[in-house]
């Protein structure tokens, strides 16, 4: 596609409900970046693919966070057992290689958990 | 020290003001780096890379210091249009770091 597409652009979830957040690439972009925003703040990392490779998942906040990318293309953030302070806009990025020449946003979806 | 730090802001400034804004950075190995513009509920977008020796994109001009390892970001002739947050981005290994973004209001 023309650019990262993410869906929902919004999701409500009830506290305790799971959830699951798609992301999909520019086509043929190898690395995907997922991000969580909360309001004001910058973007904090949550998890990196390369590929279908989850290579860095330290920014995962607890156990409830999961992410896979199983073809190397579409990739999906669930969040088990949402909880309040889960609220934020949840950002996809694709690069073509590692990012060293920036990388693209999708719109985000923007959780929030009542 | 946090890891990637920038001017609280806000700034107000006049339109066709100069601008300068700063961000620091706390791994010595970090390679890459990037100011990103982010609009009101928009997603962030690249607005340029920052190279060791600086650049220049029409009114913006990026630097960076290694020795100090700071990055800057000047806009000159601002815009109404320029009015967003702009985010300084670091990496740290594989992944990016985000500072927590400097807003910027041109006034008419």
């Known amino acids: 596609g023309a650019g990262v597409s993410q869906s929902p652009r919004y999701k409500v979830a009830k506290r305790g409900q799971d959830v699951a957040l798609r992301c999909d690439p520019i086509?043929?972009?190898?690395?995907l970046f997922w991000y969580q925003q909360a309001l004001g703040q910058g973007p904090e990392f949550l998890t990196y693919?390369?590929?279908?490779?989850?290579?860095?998942k330290s920014g995962l906040p607890s156990d409830r966070f999961f992410a896979e990318r199983p073809e190397g293309s579409v990739s999906t953030l669930k969040i088990q057992r949402t909880q309040q302070e889960d609220s934020a806009v949840y950002l996809c990025?694709?690069?073509?290689?590692?990012?060293?020449?920036?990388?693209?946003f999708g719109s985000g979806t923007r959780l929030t958990v009542v | 020290r946090k890891e990637v730090e920038q001017d609280p802001g806000p700034f107000n400034v006049p339109e066709g003001a100069t601008v300068a804004f700063n961000c620091t950075y706390s791994n010595s190995a970090s390679q890459s780096f990037f100011w990103y513009r982010q609009d009101c509920r928009k997603e962030p977008k690249l607005l340029m890379s920052?190279?060791?020796s600086g650049n220049e994109d029409g009114r913006f001009t990026a630097q960076l210091n290694r020795a100090s390892q700071y990055i800057s970001l000047l806009i000159r002739d601002s815009k109404l249009s320029d009015s967003a947050t702009y985010l300084c981005v670091v990496n740290y290994g594989q992944n990016f770091v985000f500072g927590p973004g400097t807003r910027l209001s041109v006034l008419p």
């Open positions: 693919f390369q590929n279908e490779a989850q290579l860095d």
């Open positions: 920052v190279y060791s």
């Open positions: 086509s043929g972009h190898v690395s």
């Open positions: 990025a694709s690069s073509e290689n590692w990012g060293d020449y920036g990388y693209t």
